[in-house]
């Protein structure tokens, strides 16, 4: 596993919960193995979040379309019908209403948008894993169900884990458009792993069991979620990065050493934004605007026959049985 500065327990675990840490602590103490189970059950589990009033505006004033994501119900808005488009992807526990204020700019200037609740957020459906719980490769299979529908992209803004979602379809073989920008991109998730167990009052057993145990399941190292550790035949796009010197979610420094691993990424850094209202600021839509405008005219040409309905299904007979039978029948193989 790839080493990284400790980062801050996320923000859906508030430090005030101390029912739950005493009790993790008293269960990791005498059962190592199930606590680790319940970690990965409060890691694996988004909250779902409402859209503001203003958020909600712009959402209806788009098309709403469904999408089929391994047999659930994604949920996307589409505003305009000319010209190539721009995906918005939201993060972790967030929703579509969170990327509004590129909206109607996008469209000022000769864009066709389209923004998407992941599974397990918003409006959309649980995805198969049940209830809140989802990862970022169904984040990743979303993108791409909702990509082909278009015939031409020519960017994509993604927030957060969104950043992260991406990188995974990317690594799937997925081609992404010729321009990207990630806004807070939460680039290292191992590095949260130690601020989320203090949250929730994991042990260092705890801790060793639930890291080795996610990786079995999904087959790939931590590292492989690490957009840094993208092989350089996938840093061909240009690359905007936007990060607050003030997240507190996310630091700086992700987006820092993701910025010197791609060839072609700029890094534009704001103050007194924190993690979501960077969303909102208006000299941050307007650098992303011209950064699309400077970008070349060629643009991605979706194809409509790749569809990766399936291709998550092993992962997910695989997450109901390890939740099943928890970490101990794994730790035996």
Same mark, same amino acid.
Not at 97 to 113: E, N, T
């Given at each position: 596993? %790839? ?5 801050? /327990? ?17 269960? &990791?103490?005498?059962?190592?193995? !199930? ?17 503001? /009033? ?16 391994? +047999?659930?119900?994604?949920? #996307?808005?589409?505003? &305009?019908?000319? &010209? ?6 939201? *993060? ?10 590129? $909206? ?29 719980? $989802? ?13 082909? *529908?278009?015939?031409? @992209? #020519? ?5 957060? +884990? ?13 081609? =992404?458009?010729?321009?990207? @920008? ?12 130690? +601020?989320?167990?203090?949250?929730? &009052?994991?042990?260092?057993? @705890? ?13 790939? =190292?931590?590292? !492989?979620?690490?957009?840094? %550790? ?19 979610? @996310? ?13 072609? #990424?700029?890094?534009?850094? %704001? ?26 005219? %060629? ?6 026959? !790749? ?11 695989? !997450? ?5 039978? +928890? ?7």
């Amino acid at each position: 596993m %790839t080493s990284h500065p400790p980062q801050p /327990a996320p923000a859906w675990i508030a430090p005030s919960r101390r029912l739950l840490r005493a009790g993790m602590r008293i269960l &990791g103490a005498l059962n190592p193995t !199930y606590a680790a189970n319940l970690m990965n059950r409060l890691w694996f589990s988004a909250p779902r979040t409402k859209p503001r /009033a203003a958020d909600q505006a712009v959402l209806d004033g788009g098309e709403r379309l469904h999408f089929n994501v391994h +047999g659930r119900k994604v949920v #996307a808005w589409a505003w &305009g019908n000319d &010209g190539p488009t721009v995906i918005l992807l939201h *993060g972790w526990g967030g929703h579509a209403g969170q990327m509004q204020a590129f $909206v109607a700019p996008l469209l000022d200037a000769g864009f066709r948008v389209i923004a998407f609740d992941a599974p397990a957020h918003g409006a959309s459906a649980a995805s198969r894993l049940g209830k809140r719980r $989802v990862t970022f490769f169904e984040f990743a299979d979303a993108l791409q169900i909702v990509v082909s *529908g278009e015939s031409s @992209v #020519a960017g994509i803004i993604a927030h957060s +884990g969104g950043c992260t979602a991406l990188a995974l379809a990317m690594r799937a073989g997925w081609t =992404p458009p010729a321009n990207i @920008v990630f806004v807070a991109p939460f680039v290292h998730p191992a590095a949260s792993i130690e +601020g989320f167990a203090q949250a929730i &009052g994991a042990n260092k057993r @705890v801790v060793a069991e639930f890291s080795k145990g996610v990786e079995r399941w999904l087959g790939h =190292p931590w590292s !492989y979620l690490d957009i840094t %550790t993208l092989e350089p035949a996938h840093k061909q796009q240009r690359l905007l990065v936007i990060h607050d010197v003030e997240d507190k979610e @996310v630091p700086l420094a992700h987006a820092r050493t993701l910025t010197a691993s791609w060839p072609a #990424a700029q890094l534009m850094v %704001t103050r007194g934004l924190g993690h979501r209202r960077v969303l909102r600021d208006s000299a941050v839509v307007q650098e992303v605007l011209r950064f699309f405008a400077d970008g070349p005219l %060629t643009v991605f040409a979706a194809t409509p026959e !790749y569809l990766p309905r399936d291709s998550r299904s092993g992962l997910d007979q695989a !997450y109901e049985a390890f939740v099943s039978h +928890g970490f101990a029948v794994s730790a035996r193989r």
